[in-house]
């Protein structure tokens, strides 16, 4: 049964999209709610963004999930997958394919909006 892959991939699925959620609404947030925007807010996306490299690091340049993900879908006979999560399924469910080096640079990218938006309030 193919079901903690699947698990997985939701998991990594909602971990996304809450952090690019999270991340773009951070500046609608600071405005409103300047004081919920304290020093914390850097350190915390600076942490994600750490263990985000950190990981890349340990993984040898992939995401966790994804290598957890590939390590389930093995150990239940599916074919695991080389590039990149976000490539792979942009591709799969959507029919889109991410420019180069797109699914590197996205995640810091992201990061990048709470912590800039931090140092202009």
Same mark, same amino acid.
């Given at each position: 049964?193919s @079901?903690?892959?699947?698990?997985?991939?939701a998991?990594?699925t909602l971990v996304l999209?809450?952090?690019?959620?999270?991340c773009?609404?951070? *500046?609608?947030?600071?405005?409103?709610? *300047?004081d919920a925007?304290?020093?914390?807010v850097l350190?915390?996306f600076?942490?994600i963004?750490v263990?985000?490299?950190g990981s890349?690091?340990v993984?040898a340049?992939q995401?966790p999930?994804?290598?957890w993900?590939?390590g389930?879908?093995?150990?239940e006979?599916?074919?695991t997958y080389?590039e *990149?999560c976000?490539?792979?399924?942009?591709?799969?469910?959507?029919?889109?394919?991410? *420019?180069?080096?797109?699914?590197d640079?996205?995640p810091?990218? @992201?990061?990048?909006?709470p912590?800039?938006?931090?140092?202009?309030?």
């Amino acid at each position: 049964m193919s @079901i903690i892959s699947r698990l997985i991939l939701a998991f990594h699925t909602l971990v996304l999209f809450a952090l690019v959620v999270v991340c773009i609404a951070s *500046p609608l947030v600071a405005s409103s709610y *300047p004081d919920a925007f304290n020093t914390y807010v850097l350190w915390f996306f600076g942490a994600i963004g750490v263990l985000i490299l950190g990981s890349w690091y340990v993984y040898a340049g992939q995401c966790p999930l994804t290598v957890w993900e590939n390590g389930f879908r093995k150990s239940e006979g599916r074919k695991t997958y080389a590039e *990149p999560c976000m490539d792979r399924y942009a591709r799969e469910w959507f029919g889109v394919r991410l *420019p180069w080096r797109f699914s590197d640079i996205f995640p810091i990218a @992201i990061l990048l909006i709470p912590v800039v938006t931090r140092f202009f309030i």
